[in-house]
């Protein structure tokens, strides 16, 4: 390895020790300071075999952090994966660090302080309001209908 890849080793190491990328961030980023083609490729597979690039932790974190600090739903999330270059085996881990009951939960709690905001007097309104705001956090239609089914 030549000196200037090894420099770009240690700055793209840099780079994925400071937060979870995947495999396409990195590439942009090497392209971005002049290392392209085989070259970045090198860099790449030297990163996952140290363990610097991994893209079944990025999106298991990714998942993970999303649910819980923005409270997105599986849909979005799995949508931002894929527009993130993760597919198949990686986004299947990702969705599986949301627990079942935790998202029903979540989608319960978003829904109440959802309502607490809501001024309508018509409930059909509310319930509109409500359906519009869990589907656009990315949240399943039948289960948002079965939530709010059963809080009446």
Request: charged share 30%.
């Amino acid at each position: 390895m030549t000196e200037y890849l090894k420099d770009a080793l240690r700055k793209a190491a840099s780079f994925c020790a400071y937060q979870e990328r995947t495999q396409q961030e990195v590439r942009d980023r090497l392209n971005d300071w002049g290392v392209d083609g085989d070259d970045a490729e090198e860099v790449i597979a030297e990163l996952i075999q140290q363990n610097y690039l991994n893209e079944e932790r990025f999106a298991r974190s990714f998942a993970g952090g999303k649910f819980r600090v923005k409270g997105w739903g599986k849909r979005k999330i799995k949508q931002h994966l894929q527009q993130r270059g993760i597919t198949g085996y990686n986004l299947e881990q990702a969705m599986q660090e949301i627990a079942p009951t935790d998202y029903r939960a979540a989608l319960a709690d978003l829904l109440d302080k959802k309502r607490r905001t809501l001024h309508d007097s018509n409930p059909l309104v509310v319930k509109q309001k409500l359906v519009r705001y869990a589907l656009s956090k990315g949240y399943e239609s039948d289960l948002i209908f079965s939530v709010l089914g059963s809080e009446e």
